[in-house]
């Protein structure tokens, strides 16, 4: 996606690492301060504690799945004697989870704005309440600090709230929002949308959908015809179909990316209110089962809150790491 304005100072890249960690304050408590916990009573490493590490990781909604392998990982470095305290078990979690994350954790190449002969076109998608519209204005924020110019497409009609709401994220952003009356037809918005910001010679355009539940069929059948209608003026939009997720959700989310990823080819995630879950390990599972590249992480409310998503340091912030130690 849209790179950050400059490369981080030293600084910087702290007091965004220190955001990060406090943002996940809850999920941590329910990882690193029950690792920590089992450490501190100077237990000899053995099969029973390691057990008890899989409680742990499974209370964190880290998944069955990545928590069998770290697991049966663990139980095999004890038989070969390469676990002799608490620091080595904690360097072997943190080595599978980081692994586990990396794989998906991958940015979105937008070409540079003078390089854009037609504007790239995100299309955001996800049901009610995950925060679409702030992770759009947000998003907005972010591609132009970085260069580039935006459009903004009011696609959700079914609730006049949702246009209101992006207008108010255009103005604070300082772009346009292409919006129709409550009730209109989404793909006719969009098109429409498209159209303006082609003639405006706009690099972005960023489109509001419905939120909806990933259950209703018909529902998901208007997104459908949302991207062909985009095909209609750019046969290879929308070049980024990105999933807003609500970490609060937990496994919930999973089965939500799982329904969005076979209706309309999701292409990039995004996971909001990090900052109010004790579910953040379910990022482990969507990487596991879905492989679906991870673009940002929603910390905070405020419009610089939405981060890139970067492996290494959501791990180092669960597990109460200092940067810099892997």
């Given at each position: 996606m849209p790179p950050a304005p400059d490369r981080p100072t030293d600084a910087r890249r702290a007091g965004i690492l220190g955001r990060l960690r406090t943002a996940l304050r809850r999920t941590r408590e329910n990882l690193s301060s029950g690792l920590a916990d089992l450490f501190?009573?100077?237990?000899?490493?053995?099969?029973?504690?390691?057990?008890?590490?899989?409680?742990?990781?499974?209370?964190?909604?880290?998944?069955?799945?990545?928590?069998?392998?770290?697991?049966?990982?663990?139980?095999?470095?004890?038989?070969?004697?390469?676990?002799?305290d608490g620091p080595a078990v904690l360097e072997a979690l943190r080595e599978h989870m980081v692994q586990a994350l990396e794989a998906v954790a991958r940015s979105c190449e937008v070409p540079p704005p003078a390089a854009l002969e037609r504007p790239f076109v995100v299309l955001v998608v996800g049901v009610?309440?995950?925060?679409?519209?702030?992770?759009?204005?947000?998003?907005?924020?972010?591609f132009r600090e970085g260069g580039y110019s935006v459009v903004l497409a009011a696609g959700d009609t079914f609730r006049a709230a949702a246009i209101d709401q992006l207008q108010v994220?255009?103005?604070?952003?300082?772009?346009?929002?292409?919006?129709?009356?409550?009730?209109?037809?989404?793909?006719?918005?969009?098109?429409?949308?498209?159209?303006?910001?082609?003639?405006?010679?706009?690099?972005?355009?960023?489109?509001?959908?419905?939120g909806r539940l990933h259950t209703r069929t018909g529902l998901m059948d208007e997104l459908a015809k949302v991207r062909r209608v985009l095909g209609r003026i750019d046969p290879a939009a929308p070049h980024e179909t990105l999933l807003v997720l609500d970490a609060t959700t937990g496994q919930n989310g999973l089965i939500q990316a799982r329904r969005f990823t076979e209706a309309v080819r999701v292409s990039g995630l995004a996971v909001t209110k990090l900052d109010g879950t004790a579910r953040g390990g379910v990022l482990f599972a969507i990487a596991r089962e879905l492989a679906i590249p991870i673009r940002y992480i929603g910390v905070g409310e405020g419009i610089e809150d939405l981060r890139d998503f970067v492996a290494a340091d959501f791990v180092d912030a669960l597990l109460a790491r200092p940067p810099g130690n892997g």
């Open positions: 501190s009573r100077g237990r000899k490493i053995d099969a029973a504690l390691i057990d008890e590490v899989e409680e742990i990781l499974l209370g964190a909604d880290v998944g069955v799945d990545l928590a069998d392998r770290i697991v049966a990982d663990l139980h095999d470095r004890l038989k070969r004697r390469r676990l002799a009610n309440g995950v925060g679409k519209t702030t992770t759009i204005g947000k998003l907005a924020h972010r994220w255009g103005k604070r952003n300082g772009v346009p929002v292409i919006a129709q009356q409550p009730g209109a037809d989404p793909a006719a918005v969009v098109f429409d949308a498209l159209r303006s910001a082609t003639a405006r010679s706009a690099n972005v355009l960023i489109a509001d959908t419905a």
